[in-house]
């Protein structure tokens, strides 16, 4: 295994904060907080795989429709897209946390 250096190297000379870090990162990487697994999940992986069964999908029944001709690709790849761009709007707006504006003082509203 490869030893890390953990002296602070020319790139830290002006960083107030070079001796402690190591500690500042520990610390970021130990904080309690609810696994991010999901979002990710749901804001890559679903659309990503969404995109790809309604591509195959799609061109399987055009091509059916119209052998030999080129534009059934196209509109398979166009049907996919819009799919897609349909569910990572749905995505986000389920995964939207409503803002609470009611502790916000009335000077501070938009005009």
């Known amino acids: 295994m490869e030893s890390v250096d953990t002296k602070p190297g020319k790139t830290c000379e002006g960083c107030g904060s070079r001796r402690s870090c190591r500690s500042i990162y520990q610390r970021l990487g130990h904080t309690p907080g609810p696994s991010i697994a999901g979002t990710v999940l749901a804001a890559f992986g679903i659309p ?27 509109l398979a790849f166009l ?14 707006k389920i995964t939207q946390q409503p803002v609470d504006h009611s502790d916000v003082p009335a000077s501070e509203s938009k005009h």
């Open 79 to 92: 049907i996919a897209l819009a799919l897609t761009v349909l569910v990572v709007l749905l995505i986000w």
């Open 48 to 74: 990503i795989v969404v995109f790809i069964i309604t591509l195959a999908a799609a061109s399987a029944w055009l091509d059916r429709l119209a052998e030999g001709s080129d534009w059934p690709m196209l």
